[in-house]
């Protein structure tokens, strides 16, 4: 499997005009195997390999993948192209197959590692990426665009481990989502979702103390 965005047609520039296949890049690769390198220097940033990157997409997008391994390719002209092999993180956009209630839980900043590698120009590099835990990304109190945080992998179209696992919070008993409106249950110490206990931003706000239905109960 291949990710969505980099299929058996992406091509590789070599020079000039000249193009070849994804496929016979793969061929010659094997054969220039044994030429691996630590680390690269692209744009006056170094990176090595076990980095996590940010990989510039279509529609000014970008995705998330380990660097696996960097290598040089020859063309028939012995000219040399750069390349670099990369394990793929998903994002949220990328999942597929999940139901709706499953995907209300999962944050646009989540990342699930896959087993689907790939080839790609070194240009394709936009910078670092950051993957944190769960719990170390609830507690930054200011995010930059390259931090992100995984709790599964997405292996084989599967979560691993699968979402009913994962901490549960609310009265929903649903895993948390960074990306929705919270208020602190001062009983029970849970975080309850605004729309689940009927509660406005404005309403929470003015709160000094609160108390969620099932332990008003």
Known sequence: ???????????????????????????????????????????????HVGQNLCIKGDNRSEYVAKLIKIVKLYDDEDNCIPLIKVQWFYRKNELYGLPKDQMDCISENEVFKTNEFDYIEIESIVGLAIILSYEEYDQIEELNDNIYFTRASFIDR???????????????????????????????????HLKCVGLT?????????????ECKN
Request: aromatic share 14%; charged share 30%; proline share 5%.
């Open 1 to 47: 499997m291949q990710h969505p965005k980099f299929t058996k047609k992406k091509r590789f520039q070599i020079s000039g005009e000249d193009f070849i296949k994804l496929e016979q890049v793969k061929v010659r690769l094997q054969y220039y195997s044994r030429t691996n390198y630590k680390k690269l220097k692209y744009e006056d940033q170094i990176y």
């Open 158 to 192: 599967k979560l691993h481990p699968s979402i009913e696992q994962w901490k549960q919070v609310c009265i929903c008993h649903k895993p948390a989502n960074p990306d929705l409106k919270y208020v602190f249950c001062d009983v029970c110490q849970k975080w309850c």
């Open 201 to 213: 931003q404005d309403q929470a706000d003015k709160l000094n103390k609160y108390v969620c239905p």
